[in-house]
C-alpha cells in the first residue's frame, strides 16, 4: 500500500481547523468535518500497519469517514449521511462475477458523495471485475479486468511547436488501453467504434490518416491517436481568452520595460509628446 506523502496530510490536517465550502456553515457541520477527517487518517495509517488480509477493514471505514466529511463541506441539505447505498450480491458466482447494486433512498453515503462531486451514480447492478477494470490504477492489472471495458488513459497532444502557435478546431489526444486487436486488424475505425460505445464521452472522433497505432506491452493494451473537432462556440470561447490573456501579457511587459527605464527617459511619451502615466 502506498502511503500518502507527508505534506498532503498535513494539508488535509490543516482543515480541521479551518474547513472548506459549507463545513463552516454549522457547528454540526463544523464538529463532523474535524471528527471524519481525524478518523479518516488514523483508519489510513491504521492500514499502512496491517496485512492484505485485514487491510480492508479499515480501509472501508476510512473511505466511510471520507464520504461524511465531503458531504459535511459540500452538500446541500440534508448533509447527514443514512446508510452505505451499496450492495454486494453473493449469488454463488466467482469474486470478479458478483455484482454491486446501488440501494436505499437518497440519504445513503453513496449517493450523497456522488451529488457533492458531481459523480454519475449506478442505475443497475454492476459487476466486481467491471468495477475493477473503470478505476486507473486497476485498469493495467489483466486478472481484475478480463475482458471488461477498462478505464482509457487520454493524453492531449499540444498543437503548439516552440515558438509557433497554431489556433485549429482540431484536437488531438494519445488513448491508452484499448483493445490489442486495434493494433493487428486491417480495419481500425470499424473494432474502434464497436469498441467505444461504451465510452459516450468519447462521442465525435476520428482516426487520422493513416493511424497511429502501437501494440500492448507491460498489462497496458493498445495505444493509438484520436482526433476531435472543436465546436464553433468552444473555439471561438478560446481564441477570446487567448487574445485577452496575450493582451494583458503585453500590457504588463510594456509597464515591466517603463519601469526599467532611466528615470531621466520618462519625461515625455513618443506619441504627440504628451506625459507618460504609469
Request: charged share 20%; net charge neutral.
Amino acid at each position: 500500500m502506498t502511503s500518502a506523502a507527508p505534506e498532503v496530510w498535513s494539508r488535509l490536517r490543516a482543515t480541521r481547523s479551518a474547513p472548506p465550502g459549507r463545513a463552516t456553515a454549522t457547528p454540526p457541520r463544523r464538529r463532523t468535518y474535524a471528527a471524519a477527517m481525524e478518523q479518516f487518517e488514523e483508519l489510513m495509517r491504521a492500514a499502512e500497519q496491517v496485512g492484505a488480509a485485514a487491510r480492508p477493514l479499515p480501509l472501508f471505514y476510512a473511505l466511510s469517514q471520507a464520504g461524511r466529511a465531503v458531504t459535511a463541506a459540500q452538500a446541500d441539505e440534508p448533509w447527514q449521511l443514512r446508510g452505505h447505498g451499496l450492495q454486494l450480491k453473493d449469488e454463488g458466482r466467482a469474486l470478479l462475477d458478483r455484482r454491486v447494486s446501488p440501494e436505499g433512498g437518497p440519504g445513503t453515503s453513496y449517493r450523497r458523495v456522488a451529488e457533492a462531486t458531481g459523480s454519475a451514480v449506478l442505475q443497475q447492478p454492476v459487476t466486481v471485475g467491471a468495477l475493477c477494470a473503470s478505476l486507473p490504477d486497476l485498469a493495467v492489472v489483466p486478472e481484475l479486468c478480463g475482458a471488461k471495458p477498462r478505464a482509457l488513459f487520454v493524453q492531449p497532444i499540444a498543437q503548439s511547436g516552440g515558438a509557433v502557435l497554431v489556433m485549429s478546431r482540431d484536437v488531438e489526444a494519445y488513448v491508452v488501453n484499448l483493445p490489442a486487436a486495434i493494433a493487428t486488424t486491417e480495419d481500425t475505425a470499424s473494432v474502434l467504434r464497436d469498441h467505444l460505445l461504451d465510452y459516450p464521452t468519447v462521442a465525435g472522433w476520428a482516426l487520422p490518416d493513416p493511424p497511429r497505432l502501437v501494440p500492448p506491452s507491460d498489462g497496458w493494451g493498445a495505444a493509438t491517436v484520436l482526433r476531435w473537432q472543436v465546436s464553433e462556440d468552444v473555439q471561438s470561447s478560446l481564441e477570446d481568452r487567448f487574445t485577452r490573456a496575450f493582451a494583458d501579457a503585453a500590457v504588463a511587459e510594456l509597464g515591466r520595460l517603463i519601469d526599467e527605464l532611466p528615470r531621466r527617459s520618462r519625461t515625455a511619451s513618443p506619441v504627440a509628446g504628451t506625459p507618460l502615466r504609469r
